[in-house]
């Protein structure tokens, strides 16, 4: 019987504290840059990190033995990250910011001689996280946030009694509402010095602007245009996110990835980009 091939995870955590600052930069150069993160005491994180790894189920009915993976993670990355102060504990900080999406890539070189990775998953809060694959300096950063809407799943030149034959309760003329919760996945290389993929703050300013002000509180069938024709389902408002925020993503030097929207505890989809 053949060996069937798996991916496995594994968890670790360490607290640690940052400071964005670069030297070339003048103080006000640093503020207007960084904000509140150029601040000269730093701020911390309770870091979560998933470690994804890849191969062979073997007779032992393991791809790894996960008390040594937790060894290995243990000993190269977080004996060395818990309670410091990332700028000074690795040389790789002191050349490039210790960013989310930085401390990621270098997390995964620090472990790659000794695990079969395939992706290094680094969460700076649960609103914000980075993934890194070993692609040089390329990685992804994903932003989370919600808005709360009603919609009704119908098409409008069907009856009442044809569309909850497709839509179920869905389609009651009244609508029902969701806290929807939305994750923007960009992609693009991190910065050699400032160790970020994108600005941050005019990133989430755009999703603020384009996708969380005009949707939230609204009943999307009525108060956005596009779903006037387009029945707004989880996919397709997915899809509608993804087109408004593509070429104002682009604008800020990155590709957008993927959107992912989350309609209820049972229920998500994510729509991906042409990157």
């Given at each position: ?173 009244n609508g029902h509402g969701h806290n929807y919760l939305v994750e923007i996945t960009v992609t693009g290389e991190i910065d050699s010095q400032t160790g970020m993929v994108v600005d941050l703050g005019k990133l989430q300013q755009l ?69």
């Open positions: 019987m053949p060996r069937k091939k798996c991916i496995i995870n594994r968890r670790a955590e360490f607290s640690a504290s940052h400071r964005y600052w670069l030297p070339s930069l003048s103080d006000t150069a640093n503020y207007e840059k960084f904000g509140l993160c150029a601040n000269p005491m730093g701020h911390g994180h309770n870091y979560v990190l998933l470690v994804s790894m890849h191969g062979e189920i073997a007779d032992n009915g393991m791809v790894l033995n996960l008390s040594e993976v937790k060894h290995i993670i243990t000993r190269e990355v977080v004996s060395q990250l818990n309670f410091s102060f990332l700028n000074h504990v690795w040389q790789e900080f002191a050349e490039t910011l210790p960013t989310t999406e930085n401390i990621a890539r270098v997390i995964w070189n620090k472990l790659s001689p000794y695990l079969p990775l395939v992706n290094v998953r680094l969460f700076e809060h649960p609103k914000l996280w980075a993934d890194y694959q070993g692609n040089h300096m390329q990685a992804n950063l994903t932003v989370s946030s919600h808005f709360a809407a009603a919609h009704r799943l119908a098409m409008p030149h069907l009856s009442l009694s044809e569309n909850t034959a497709i839509y179920g309760k869905c389609a009651r003329p999703i603020e602007d384009l996708v969380l002000e005009p949707m939230d509180h609204t009943f999307l069938n009525y108060d956005i245009p596009y779903f006037k024709d387009v029945v707004p389902t989880a996919e397709n408002i997915a899809g509608y996110i993804l087109q408004i925020l593509e070429p104002a993503v682009r604008s800020l030097g990155v590709q957008l990835y993927s959107v992912k929207l989350t309609e209820s505890p049972n229920n998500s989809c994510e729509v991906f980009a042409v990157v």
